[in-house]
């Protein structure tokens, strides 16, 4: 049987096109971890019906898994010989990776969709939310609620562990009471907080339902302790604003 | 001869039988009995499904089988659907057409999937087949709204019409309106994929109410909210209904006039549409919820509470598509109250967010496959896994049929132990029997192709990405796997020598994708050219491989059999790497 030589640089294992009736399941049989014997040995079975009698010669010997190892070192032997393109192995940079995910375009659209529509029509006002402490981040469009209590209700049920117990009936932090706000700020329940278009950090509830909708950037929970920080900036602001 | 006629059956009577043995299988087994049964079965095979367009020719299926009633085809590779195969890549429909067109007066149902698709021929259809009642296209796209207003100005008999997630041109809403006011035979509309623009419901409405075969109803996003309630009145024996956008500003009467008509619909067992939910409207479906064996929310931007109560009240169900907003908390309630699941596809919110969208692990998961009994076919995208999950997840659930895990950041490690995946997969293979469809994700190494090729010996499609370390994975893959037909690969270090060494496996496959990888031009000219029953093609769009060096690897690689030979119809980016590309002038 003639083995047809091309192009290819193939040193150790003489590869060629493989026949039917290969051997191949005795490489998988054995399962075992290392050690094991993954020997395919495979004498040439001419059916006769394929007709390519003049190539097919098959040896694929897979000793082991170092033969596997040994076809690995060939091959990138081989591909830098040639000045060709990147080395696909190599993993993907952080930006988006053509068809990964793998999912379909008008799913991938529909969040963009989402925002589109809304923005477009409705002016929907989406913003990041995060919790301290929490893996994960959420988005909730500020014009779904007419009021900080149903704000603080979703938020609530999103993150399960912020409780807004010390909210007066208003949904409202009482900016007016001093000693409340230091209460509320001193214990260890979470505040929402939130950046507003200057790029400052204020405790959720220091203004006008509408003016936080239209200033609000971004909702972050913290615990109050943590949000201490910002209470004088926040009665500061509110005082000026009269 | 007097014992041949005492053996032999009248034709007609061979021709009834056969009559009664409808799949494909068992119809090509039947053929291959001898050259009466041959002769007799191919002219009344009444139903063709040509699972790769390019495998065969018109001509060829038309001269064997003179007397075909429908016809299935599908064009692109899977890989499509995700933008690998550049466009203007094929799977052109109209040469079917033209030759059915003539051969085929009587054809009635034309089934196709990822084919481009014109408006000519639709109008071609339209004008050629007189009874035509059929017409589903399935992620397919070419063709606008003035094809499909030929399809309905011409098919009186018209039963079926499904654009599912095709891509349409949205010249106008008024092709509907050109169904003559004397049509009445619609059965299955889906329309869900059509653009924003506006569809004409006053023509919608009127089709409905003058068709009272209708049984599945899907709309596009464009219809608002406050039709729907007129449109279910008129069609209140709906099985299935696909809504359109569900949001509206929440009033009393609009809700109340909405949860009447969803009563009055006694048959309906299947919902879908759901884009831009107000979650305050989702009640009004309450009292059809008990029956819905099918939901499709996976349009629908609600949070994990407001699933978990609409979940809560679907027992019968058997078939769920949701976005990860369900959350793990939503899944084990989906667990405890879902018996009848077969299957659930949980797609992500946010597929190219880094930090998770919403709370959904493995643990949803592995509630669902330790409390639904009878799942059976899972699509999961998530950003966490471990062995340990997918392990009890293989050992609780061994009638998993379709099992697809997508681990949305490439390479990623058990978050428990930062080992590979390899022991995982390799459970759900082993204890699996029935597996027939895998398609991996996350850190794998050559060890979980060894598990594949070893066990999942009933496996037909097995999709692969960013996985393994040599040319051993392909190879334990295509010398073990004895049910292949479809295998597809994209960034894997997989080269010539698997390839090459399983050549012929690969006749006995429908089809092998292999993009970014690492088989070189000159591996992919020796397929072409000593396998003449393979198509092998390689996509390039950096120019011709043959201005590379010969060891250098494509981009990408589509092997399919076919008793056609090569195409004419490839692109400039195309090559096909048989014999006559000799004579191909480029």
Redesign the interface.
């Given at each position: 049987m003639q083995r047809?030589e091309?192009?290819?640089?193939?040193k150790e294992?003489e590869?060629?096109?493989?026949?039917?009736g290969?051997g191949?399941?005795g490489?998988?049989?054995s399962?075992a971890?290392g050690g094991g014997e993954n020997e395919?040995e495979s004498s040439p079975k001419t059916t006769g019906k394929?007709g390519?009698s003049e190539?097919v010669d098959?040896k694929?010997n897979?000793q082991s898994?170092e033969a596997?190892?040994d076809?690995?070192q060939n091959?990138e032997n081989?591909?830098k010989?040639?000045?060709?393109?990147k080395d696909?192995?190599k993993?993907?940079a952080k930006a988006?990776?053509?068809?990964?995910?793998?999912?379909?375009?008008?799913?991938?659209n529909?969040?963009a969709n989402?925002k589109n529509?809304?923005e477009e029509s409705e002016k929907a006002a989406f913003v990041k939310v995060s919790m301290d402490g929490?893996?994960?981040?959420?988005?909730v469009d500020l014009k779904m609620y007419n009021s900080y209590h149903k704000l603080c209700d979703a938020l609530a049920?999103?993150f399960s562990s912020f409780t807004m117990g010390n909210y007066g009936s208003q949904g409202m932090i009482d900016f007016m009471n001093e000693s409340k706000l230091m209460d509320l700020l001193n214990s260890s329940d979470y505040v929402p907080t939130y950046e507003d278009k200057d790029g400052d950090w204020m405790l959720v509830g220091d203004v006008p339902w509408e003016m936080f909708v239209n200033s609000c950037k971004r909702l972050r929970i913290m615990k109050g302790s943590e949000a201490i920080g910002l209470a004088p900036r926040a009665m500061e602001k509110c005082k000026s604003r009269g | 001869m007097q014992k041949r006629l005492a053996y032999s059956l009248p034709d007609e009577v061979l021709e009834h039988v056969f009559s009664f043995i409808q799949s494909d299988k068992d119809r090509n087994a039947v053929s291959a009995v001898c050259k009466s049964w041959y002769e007799i079965e191919r002219w009344c095979r009444r139903k063709i499904f040509v699972g790769n367009c390019y495998a065969v020719s018109p001509g060829m299926v038309i001269r064997r089988f003179p007397e075909v009633r429908s016809v299935e085809l599908k064009g692109k590779p899977h890989f499509a659907d995700f933008n690998l195969v550049p466009d203007g890549w094929g799977g052109y429909v109209l040469p079917w057409i033209a030759e059915m067109a003539g051969a085929y007066p009587w054809l009635e149902a034309i089934r196709l999937k990822r084919m481009v698709v014109t408006d000519e021929s639709l109008e071609l259809i339209a004008k050629s087949f007189k009874n035509f009642k059929v017409l589903v296209l399935s992620s397919c796209e070419g063709f606008s709204t003035d094809g499909l207003a030929a399809i309905a100005a011409s098919c009186k008999n018209l039963r079926e019409l499904d654009l599912r997630e095709s891509d349409v041109d949205d010249l106008s809403g008024h092709w509907l309106s050109n169904f003559p006011e004397t049509y009445t035979s619609m059965v299955s509309l889906n329309i869900s994929c059509l653009g924003s623009d506006e569809v004409s419901i006053s023509a919608l409405e009127r089709l409905v109410s003058r068709c009272p075969n209708l049984r599945s109803l899907r709309l596009n996003r464009a219809v608002p909210l406050d039709k729907i309630a007129n449109i279910l009145r008129l069609a209140p024996q709906l099985i299935e209904f696909g809504t359109g956008a569900y949001s509206a500003e929440l009033r009393s009467d609009v809700f109340s006039n909405l949860a009447g008509a969803f009563s009055n619909c006694k048959e309906l067992k299947s919902l879908s549409g759901f884009w831009d939910v107000v979650p305050d409207y989702l009640p009004a479906i309450y009292s059809v919820c008990s029956r819905l064996t099918s939901l499709n929310l996976s349009y629908a931007t609600i949070q994990s509470p407001d699933l978990l109560k609409l979940v809560s009240h679907c027992p019968s169900l058997q078939r769920l598509l949701v976005l990860d907003y369900i959350e793990d908390s939503g899944l084990e309630a989906l667990a405890s109250n879902c018996k009848d699941l077969q299957e659930l596809r949980v797609f992500p919110s946010d597929p190219f967010g880094v930090e998770p969208n919403a709370s959904l692990t493995e643990q949803g998961l592995v509630a669902v496959s330790l409390g639904c009994p009878k799942l059976q076919s899972v699509l999961y995208f998530c950003r966490r896994m471990s062995n340990a999950a997918l392990v009890t997840i293989a050992k609780n659930r061994p009638n998993l049929t379709r099992f697809r895990l997508c681990i949305i950041e490439p390479r990623t490690a058990d978050y428990l132990t930062l080992e590979p995946f390899d022991i995982g997969f390799g459970a759900i293979v082993e204890h699996c029997k029935d597996l027939r469809r895998l398609s991996l994700s996350g850190l794998l190494t050559d060890l979980v192709f060894e598990y594949i090729g070893t066990y999942a010996k009933k496996l037909e499609m097995l999709s692969v990405a960013f996985a393994g370390d040599s040319d051993l994975g392909l190879h334990y893959v295509l010398s073990g796997c004895k049910s292949l037909r479809k295998l597809e690969i994209r960034d894997c270090p997989f080269g010539d020598k698997a390839l090459l060494a399983n050549a012929s496996k690969l006749e006995t496959m429908r089809s092998l994708w292999m993009s970014s990888c690492s088989v070189s031009y000159g591996a992919c000219k020796l397929l072409g050219q000593k396998m003449p029953k393979l198509n092998a093609e390689v996509i390039d769009e950096r120019g011709p491989p043959g201005s590379r060096p010969e060891s250098c690897p494509v981009e990408k690689l589509y092997i399919y059999r076919s008793v056609a030979g090569p195409r004419f119809d490839m692109p400039p980016f195309v090559w096909t790497m048989n014999e006559d590309s000799t004579l191909r002038l480029s």
């Open positions: 047809t091309r192009d290819l640089n193939y294992t590869l060629c096109l493989g026949l039917p290969v191949g399941g490489g998988g049989a399962a971890a395919v394929r390519f190539t098959l694929l897979l898994k596997g190892m076809l690995n091959l081989g591909s010989e040639t000045a060709c393109t696909p192995a993993p993907p988006q990776v053509l068809g990964w995910p793998p999912v379909r375009s008008y799913r991938k529909i969040m989402q529509n809304s929490a893996p994960y981040l959420r988005k049920k999103m | -």
